[in-house]
């Protein structure tokens, strides 16, 4: 049996934040969900999250895994103390610091493979100020000594502790007993339990990790800003290699839930956020921006936004439309610029081409929008639904006052605002004659 044991019930002080560090996010998820999902998918399926800090906000954000509460932030040795609970004798222990999201689950593997009294994973890094350094003697294991704790001669030492350890259960019940808080931060450092399980079965491995970025920890947020970096260049080289063209990687954000298909192109400065799917073929951006929508094959959208909507094949958008929530949008459809649409249906090879805005609406097919129509919905108290049926032609600078509808193949003439429905294959003009005052100027 393997359990895992996350420890995430510090504050983060150095974040300077209302959020639990923890939960701050990298690539639209929060940090610690990409710890469990490594352990996840290195399988293990027991995993205890220690808590403490803003438990209640930390516990709300993470599911599928066991909570233990730390009231008082003692240290990390203190914290596994909080869980021992749930460990039994005869288990592996895998003990994970809570702000490495860069960890992966192939490490992770190596590492409970593993046959030893314990292990931990090392990295040697250019610049070591602030991580525990690892002293050994050879390939033995001595101690670790905390950055607080260090004399000055192993400042210089540049291999550091990743904070990623497995444990015989046993052994570590028994090492933390005898943790003491004699240090420079006056805590229970989890570190100590290594020295005092070598005393004990000096069987201790070291895995050294060439790749030191996968052990990178957010204190700060410049660190954060830096971890997500590498997340990014994760995940957009993982889309490039699934088939999508990202003309500039460096300017493209994609969040780590979104899908997209071959042979899309992403221009740059393109933003898309949490269970945004994009479909093939499709070009997206630049300076684009969409959230949680189903976006189809053959798509484009430049310069423009979409919120929570779905967009179907071959539809253009943009350039600068807003597509606001619950929004479906049709087959070969044109929004084009200045158009926004909210909680609207829009039918195939519909036109709304410019300065335009349909809310609250069930459009149908083959009809052409004027430029700078208006779809009234709101009278101050309620909103109201108007309907457009199949192949109606809208004149430019119409008021379509809600409730009303529209009938099929009907046209309204430019400059209209309509308050009646209109029967179909009829022409509706409800604006007044033009009269001409000749010779008015003399
Ligand atoms: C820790 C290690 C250090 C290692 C570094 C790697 C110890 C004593 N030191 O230092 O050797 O190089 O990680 O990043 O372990 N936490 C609790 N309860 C506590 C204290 C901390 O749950 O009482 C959690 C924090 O939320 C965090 C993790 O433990 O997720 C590590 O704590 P942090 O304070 O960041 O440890 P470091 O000083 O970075
Ligand atoms: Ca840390």
């Avoid at 209209?416 to 003399?442: F, H, M, Y």
């Amino acid at each position: 049996m393997m359990k895992a044991i996350i420890l995430a019930a510090g504050e983060g002080k150095r974040m300077n934040s209302d959020l639990p560090k923890v939960l701050h996010k990298i690539c639209g998820k929060p940090m610690i969900n990409y710890i469990i999902d490594a352990c996840k998918n290195a399988g293990i399926v027991d995993i205890i999250v220690v808590v403490g800090h803003k438990a209640d906000v930390v516990k709300k954000n993470v599911s599928d895994v066991e909570f233990v509460l730390q009231n008082e932030q003692l240290g990390t040795g203190h914290a596994v103390m909080c869980a021992q609970k749930f460990i039994n004798d005869g288990e592996k222990v895998l003990v994970l610091n809570g702000d490495l999201p860069l960890i992966t689950s192939d490490t992770l593997k190596k590492l409970i493979e593993t046959q030893c009294s314990a292990a931990l994973i090392s990295t040697v890094l250019e610049n070591p100020k602030g991580y525990g350094r690892i002293l050994r003697n050879g390939e033995k294991f001595l101690r670790i000594v905390e950055d607080k704790d260090l004399n000055e001669n192993e400042t210089q030492i540049k291999e550091i502790n990743t904070g990623v350890y497995l444990f015989d259960s046993h052994l570590l019940k028994t090492a933390l007993q005898l943790l003491s808080n004699d240090n420079a931060q006056g805590e229970y450092y989890l570190t100590d339990a290594l020295e005092i399980i070598k005393s004990i079965n000096d069987d201790i491995k070291i895995f050294c990790c060439e790749d030191s970025q996968e052990f990178f920890g957010v204190n700060d947020k410049i660190q954060l800003a830096y971890a997500s970096a590498l997340m990014q260049k994760k995940i957009n080289e993982t889309h490039m290699r699934n088939g999508v063209t990202i003309i500039n990687p460096d300017a493209t954000f994609i969040e780590n839930d979104v899908k997209i298909g071959r042979d899309t192109i992403i221009y740059p400065n393109t933003f898309l956020h949490g269970e945004t799917y994009i479909g093939q073929n499709c070009v997206i951006g630049p300076n684009s921006q969409i959230f949680d929508s189903q976006i189809f094959n053959d798509v484009n959208i430049s310069y423009s936004v979409v919120l929570n909507s779905m967009v179907k094949n071959k539809t253009k958008v943009g350039p600068f439309a807003y597509i606001r929530p619950n929004c479906i949008v049709d087959e070969n459809v044109k929004v084009g610029d200045f158009v926004e649409l909210k909680n609207s249906n829009i039918g195939s090879g519909t036109k709304i081409s410019h300065l335009t805005y349909v809310g609250d609406s069930d459009v149908g097919q083959n009809i052409n929008f004027g430029c700078g129509t208006v779809t009234v919905n709101y009278d101050g108290k309620q909103k109201f639904r108007t309907t457009i049926e199949d192949g109606a032609f809208i004149g430019c600078n119409t008021n379509l006052i809600a409730p009303v509808n529209v009938g099929k193949n009907s046209y309204i003439a430019a400059g209209s605002t309509i308050t009646q429905d209109v029967p179909e294959n009829s022409l509706a003009i409800a604006r007044q004659r033009q009269i001409n005052k000749n010779g008015w100027k003399k």
